[in-house]
């Protein structure tokens, strides 16, 4: 299945450059190369497309309200979490940009973000980006993805207190795949888990994400550490080493 990209930048030259990148790919196809965020949008719509690339800076409509709006439309919601992606889980949006800063971090990914990487990326990690997200996974660059790890490491008293009545909108089982897609699991890591079978375990996610107002499993770790439902320092249980599955990184193999 070819993956349709919509690249959006008000420099031409760097839409163009990554437009370039992408277009040889055997199964990425570039549909529109535009300037601001109200012609991303609607070239989103109008070429159904499954990932857009936005800048965050740019005129008319920046690229977090561009991702704003596409969320809004139901251009793209929220699949199974775990490799749906595609068409079945709507357009897909990755924000590029050069300003390597916390507010733009957190804008992007509370605007429905599945990805965040900065310009100076290597072509093989935007193509593996565009990928990532396009079968329903997150990617965040190895610096945005610390910054969360940061935000969420803080003692408790330097973090706002977290009360959160949407946990009460889900079942016991629900709130227990929260808490291990919180930890790293993968969907494969959660049905061994639970004892389960990966389509009942794929049907958990999507009721979550869908409950709680959540575009991906990205979203859904944040949700889970902002209601207090898992605390810096937990692991996932049973594992030797890091957390498989959850957030994809450049240059990573994918869970």
Request: aromatic share 2%.
């Amino acid at each position: 299945m070819t993956i349709r990209v919509v690249v959006a930048d008000d420099q031409e030259l760097v839409r163009s450059g990554f437009a370039l990148i992408l277009d040889v790919q055997p199964d990425i196809e570039v549909v529109a190369e535009v300037g601001d965020g109200a012609a991303a949008v609607e070239a989103v719509r109008r070429h159904r497309a499954d990932v857009a690339l936005l800048d965050i800076r740019m005129p008319r409509m920046d690229g977090i309200e561009a991702c704003r709006a596409i969320g809004a439309e139901g251009v793209g919601q929220g699949g199974d979490g775990d490799g749906a992606g595609g068409r079945g889980g709507g357009c897909r949006v990755v924000m590029l940009t050069t300003f390597d800063s916390d507010a733009y971090v957190y804008e992007a990914l509370h605007a429905g973000a599945s990805g965040f990487l900065l310009k100076d990326v290597r072509r093989d990690d935007l193509v593996h980006a565009v990928r990532v997200v396009a079968r329903g996974d997150s990617l965040l660059a190895p610096s945005v993805a610390r910054r969360l790890v940061e935000q969420y490491t803080r003692p408790p008293a330097a973090r706002a207190p977290r009360s959160d009545p949407r946990l009460g909108l889900l079942t016991g089982r629900e709130r227990e795949t929260l808490l291990l897609l919180a930890r790293g699991l993968s969907n494969a890591e959660i049905a061994a888990e639970l004892v389960v079978s990966d389509h009942t375990v794929k049907t958990h996610v999507g009721n979550v994400l869908a409950k709680l107002g959540l575009r991906d499993r990205v979203q859904a770790v944040i949700c889970a550490y902002e209601t207090g439902l898992i605390a810096a320092g937990d692991a996932p249980r049973g594992a030797a080493g890091p957390p498989a599955g959850g957030v994809s990184r450049p240059g990573a193999s994918p869970a």
